[in-house]
């Protein structure tokens, strides 16, 4: 087995994808689960360069950005395979991963961010989630801490998050594209599958975003790869204003 250490943060939906990418491959690892906003510093004190999970060691290297795990999972280990042998279906899912990682990962983030930022309750959950002794008073203390991650994302604003609502119907309509097509959503998962459906798993966790897509294609793949995720925000964390376009095309 090739030996493997993975660390990422319990909210983070890149962190699971990796760490299904190498459940799926059968490489042994070890998992370590960082502090929510603490990630960046502990990942200097293990030798990373950038303040991003997933953040992967396999052998002697060190790997972070989950394109870039994908791509190291498969040298390491070819099968099972996370990427097409045939080049016309590899290019269409090397493709969808890209637009994953580009265009539907960062709308949850922000999201779940701009709540954060906004909610003594969402930090309460949060630090109740990831095992925090007194969590009320770690939410209160770390609102300083949300608010940097906030801007981090571009969500110490309203405008980004509020876009994000408005064409998130859009992203799904893609999501269930690509499903249609049969570029992911096949029994054997790929890489752009565990880069979508974990994007999509977390949605499902905001429980104002949710009805926009339960009942659709999307929302069964990320329930079948990821039948579980850690935490959720209740209903009424977003404005109601704001959920308009999901209610008129969810």
Partial sequence: MVPATLYGTPPSHPSHAARLMLEHKGIEHRMVWLLPGMWPLLLRTRGFRA?????????????????????????????????????????????????????????????YRWCARTSQGVRTAIAREVGMTAPALMAALNKPVAWYMARKVGAEGDEAVRADLGRLPSLLDHVDGLIAEGVIGAESPNAADFQIATSVRVLLTIEDVAPAVEGRPAAELARRLMPDYPGGIEAGALPGEWLEPLRSRG
């Fill in 51 to 111: 303040a991003t999970v997933p953040a992967l060691k396999l052998n002697r290297s060190r790997i972070q950005h989950s394109l870039e795990i994908s791509r190291a999972l498969e040298a390491a280990k070819p099968q099972p395979a996370l990427f097409p042998a045939d080049p016309a279906r590899r290019r269409a899912v090397e493709e969808a991963e890209r637009w994953g990682e580009r265009e539907l990962q960062p709308v949850p983030r922000r999201i």
